[in-house]
Nanobody
Framework: QVQLVESGGGSVQAGRSLTISCTAS????????MGWFRQTPGKEREAVAA???????WYLDSVKDRFTIAQDNAKTTLTLHMNNLESEDTGIYYC???????????????????WGQGTQVTVS
């Protein structure tokens, strides 16, 4: 079973960019469904980006054209490139994985079995 570890969070000013990463161990996530979620106090965890086993992607409307989800060729690192950050993007970001077969985009937390520990992103 794959284990996930996020990294790259931090504090940035609004309008700046930040890239966070999620590294897999224990397996590659070839053909896995993967997702990035974020959570803020008092709110439910929401999906911001997802990729399915075929490579199709989905984005939350508020991050479209600003965020990009990507996997490296070795299928061991998932990244979320975040441009033009806004204060509303602040939160703990989690990556999630669901093993194959997975050829649909998963955007609800309960659809994923494996989660990382989260990384804090603060935009001020």
């Amino acid at each position: 079973q794959v284990q996930l570890v996020e990294s790259g969070g931090g504090s940035v000013q609004a309008g700046r960019s930040l890239t966070i990463s999620c590294t897999a161990s224990g397996d590659t996530w070839r053909n896995y469904c993967m997702g990035w979620f974020r959570q803020t106090p008092g709110k439910e965890r929401e999906a911001v980006a997802a990729v399915d086993g075929r490579g199709d992607t989905w984005y939350l409307d508020s991050v479209k054209d600003r965020f990009t989800i990507a996997q490296d060729n070795a299928k061991t690192t998932l990244t979320l490139h975040m441009n033009n950050l806004e204060s509303e993007d602040t939160g703990i970001y989690y990556c999630a994985a669901e093993p194959p077969p997975c050829d649909v985009l998963l955007v609800i937390p309960i659809m994923y079995k494996t989660w990382g520990q989260g990384t804090q992103v603060t935009v001020s």
